[in-house]
């Protein structure tokens, strides 16, 4: 697991923002990019780092990022991707 090191701020709440691994299954091999990612994670939180497996597209069964996730909001568990051929709706699973 990466170190993140953040500034200190004063209404720091430890209990509210966690970083949470989350699975994207069966995510279409064209939305691996690392902007890519970055965007689809951003639905779920702040994207702070990829797996060695998927920053090396190792594995195609799913993508695995480090999310820093506000929990006091409920979990997102899938959104709409808009794709040439239509919608896509992917699912999250988290860690």
Same mark, same amino acid.
């Given at each position: 697991?990466?170190?993140? +090191? ?6 720091? #709440?430890?209990?509210? !923002? *966690?970083?949470?691994? %989350?699975?994207?299954?069966? +995510? ?6 690392? #902007?890519?990612?970055? !965007? *689809?994670?951003?639905? %779920? ?51």
């Amino acid at each position: 697991m990466p170190l993140i +090191l953040k500034p200190w701020v004063l209404d720091f #709440e430890f209990d509210k !923002e *966690i970083l949470r691994w %989350v699975k994207f299954s069966g +995510l279409p091999v064209g939305y691996w990019s690392i #902007e890519s990612l970055s !965007e *689809i994670a951003s639905a %779920v939180g702040r994207p702070m780092h990829t797996d060695l497996v998927t920053a090396n597209v190792e594995k195609i069964s799913y993508a695995r990022i480090l999310i820093e996730v506000d929990v006091s909001q409920p979990l997102t568990e899938v959104i709409s991707i808009e794709t040439p051929s239509g919608l896509w709706e992917q699912q999250f699973e988290y860690e």
